[in-house]
């Protein structure tokens, strides 16, 4: 059994976040039944992160187990063939059995963008917070400073895990001076 990793982008909202469950649509979902449209076997994907609903992804990791002969290089372009239009695959690479998208997952980066205008866009409504009003950029990047370093996050997690400690490299902000877009 061959253990693809695909890396996925998506738009996430149609879907009911990540992870497969009953209330409706989830990328997991979809990306196990064009699996399955393209080997003719259910296969349980795995998934690097679980985003929530209507959150998007640029980079997702996955992978899942294959006894499928499509060659590696086609992966990609043959799921892009039966998936939603709201997600695609950028790239697929074999793994060593033991790789888990989960367990193996060196970092994640989350980006939240703020649309600092009068007028909302239509264009990038379902990207971007709305805030028409002024903002405060040097408050603001005061109070991201406090979350740069290592902090133990456990009180935040839903389960126990094996440690809630996390640690916040960097942000990014555009300088006070900068014209907001």
């Given at each position: 059994m061959r253990n693809i990793l695909v890396v996925l982008e998506?738009?996430?909202?149609?879907?009911?976040?990540?992870?497969?469950?009953p209330k409706g649509p989830t990328v997991q979902?979809?990306?196990e039944e064009a699996v399955k449209r393209l080997t003719g076997t259910p296969t349980r994907v795995t998934g690097a992160g679980r985003t929530d609903a209507g959150v998007h992804a640029y980079a997702q990791v996955v992978n899942f187990g294959s006894e499928a002969r499509?060659?590696?290089?086609?992966w990609?372009?043959?799921?892009?063939?039966?998936?939603?239009?709201?997600i695609a695959a950028s790239e697929a690479v074999e793994v060593p059995?033991?790789?888990h998208a989960r367990k193996c997952a060196g970092s994640k980066t989350y980006l939240y963008r703020v649309l600092?205008?009068?007028p909302r866009s239509p264009l990038?409504?379902?990207?971007?917070h709305h805030c028409p009003g002024s903002l405060d950029l040097k408050a603001m990047q005061e109070a991201m400073s406090t979350l740069l370093g290592r902090h133990d996050f456990s009180a935040f997690a839903r389960r126990e895990a094996e440690t809630g400690v996390?640690?916040?490299?960097?942000?990014?902000?555009?300088?006070?001076?900068a014209r907001a877009r």
């Open positions: 998506y738009d996430g909202t149609d879907f009911y976040g990540f992870q497969r469950q979902q979809a990306v499509i060659p590696i290089e086609r990609a372009p043959a799921l892009n063939s039966v998936l939603p239009q709201a059995q033991e790789f600092n205008r009068l990038e409504g379902r990207y971007a996390r640690r916040c490299a960097r942000y990014c902000a555009r300088s006070a001076g």
